[in-house]
Structure formats: C-alpha cells, structure tokens
C-alpha cells in the first residue's frame, strides 16, 4: 500500500512474526536525517525504533550548549507571538504520534505553533549551522500536524525555521508533494520492517549515534589525540 497525499494515515507493508508487546515508534528527526542524507546508517534509527531503555552514550557538553540556546530562543519566539495576540502552544502541547501501522506510530514535538485566526505557522528553532534535515523534519511535521490535530485541518499551515540568534527560513506546505510523500514512505519501511538493514559504521556517524558498544559492537570510537591530551594535562 502506497502512500499518497490524501491519505490522513501513512501505511506500509505488513510485518511478519512480530511478538512485541510494547508500542514501537519512529521519532520524526530520525527520518529526517535518512532523508537529507545526514545519516548514512539506518540501522542506528532502526534499532531505536524496535528497542526502548538500551544503553545511551552519556550526553556530551556541546549538546548542553544547545539546549541552553534552544530553550532561551523557544521562550523568546513565545514572548514574541503572544505580544502578536496569537495563541501559542509549546513543544509537549504539539507533540504526536501519527498511526502509520497497529503498534507502530510516526511521532513528532513542533517547538512552537502560533495560531491566528485564518493561519498557523510551525516554528522549528536550531542553535547549530543550517542542515537540510532540519527543513526536511519541518516539512514531516506540515505533513503530519493536520492529520493529528483537527484545528489544522482547514486552516493555511506555513512552517519557519529559526536560527539562532534570529535568521528565519520560511518553509512552505505546497512543497509537500508525492514525490517528497514517497521518499519519507521509503524510509518508514525500512525503518519499521522486522529484518534490520545494514549497519554502516564510520567515525563520524557514531560520533552522534547514542548507541553503545553493548548494543552495537561495531561501534567506532573517536582516537584522542595523544598531543592534545598531552597539552591538557600539562
């Protein structure tokens, strides 16, 4: 079954001999980065997608410095739209979880909705460089967003990608075609298939994968630099 772009739920070929008894789900910016190439290991995503409560790589400093960022310019978009008039609601309040199959849903958390009376518009903020994953994962939630909440059905929905500390990329919902309908269905079948794909271990992509050697013993550590420690402790 094809997914088209009038169907109000995703759909893909039915799974065999699963006897797992908790709901799987696959979070909208793992695709994201499959899509835009950012990610060229689609086992990480897979593995995350039919395991919960596996071992994670502790977190590292620079992704405390983003969630600084994020949470200051979350909270000053939020000042800024209500100054507007407009209702606004915040990441928890907009998170879903779209039935794509039974046990398997396709889940997302917008940072930001301001709505008016004729238009909503998706705010996505990001304190790194610009990637194409990130318009690509506000495109899934245009996509998405009228299919889980029935105030955005009938009204204009527009999406606007903030970059820290105030650069904003409009992304438009007429860009969601088939086209961009069938490269996201491609993903979800993979990711949502019984079989596991290929695993394509480098330095870099594990780098940012959360996935330990417990799980994954292909896993590449990055080599310390002998001079740079040498620096350190000196």
């Known amino acids: 079954m094809e997914l088209t772009k009038e169907k109000a739920t995703l759909a893909f070929s039915p799974k065999k001999g699963n006897d797992k008894h908790f709901k799987k789900f696959i979070w909208v910016t793992w695709v994201a980065k499959l899509m835009a190439g950012e990610s060229r290991c ?39 739209r209500l100054a507007k008039g407009e209702k606004v609601f915040v990441e928890d309040a ?9 046990k398997l849903t396709l889940n997302g958390k917008p940072d930001l909705i301001a709505l008016s009376e004729d238009k909503a518009i998706v705010y996505e903020c990001k304190s790194g460089v610009q990637r194409d994953s990130y318009q690509i994962q506000l495109m899934i939630y245009l996509y998405c967003l009228p299919r889980c909440f029935n105030q955005y059905k009938n009204i204009k929905l527009e999406g606007c990608l903030v970059y820290y500390p105030n650069t904003r990329i409009e992304v438009s ?15 979800l079948n993979i990711l949502g298939a019984d079989t596991p794909p290929a695993k394509a271990p480098s330095e870099n992509e594990c780098l940012f994968c959360n996935i ?23």
């Open 173 to 187: 919902q007429s860009i969601i075609d088939e086209r961009f309908i069938d490269h996201l269905n491609y993903w």
């Open 212 to 234: 330990t050697k417990a799980n994954c013993p292909e896993r590449i550590e990055k080599t310390p630099d002998k001079n740079q420690i040498t620096h350190q402790l000196n």
């Open 94 to 102: 907009n998170r879903f979880s779209l039935e794509i199959k039974p």
């Open 42 to 80: 689609p086992w990480s995503a897979w593995f995350k997608t039919h395991h919960i409560n596996y071992e994670k790589v502790q977190s590292k400093c620079e992704f405390i410095k983003y969630q600084l960022e994020h949470s200051r310019m979350i909270n000053e978009l939020r000042e800024e």
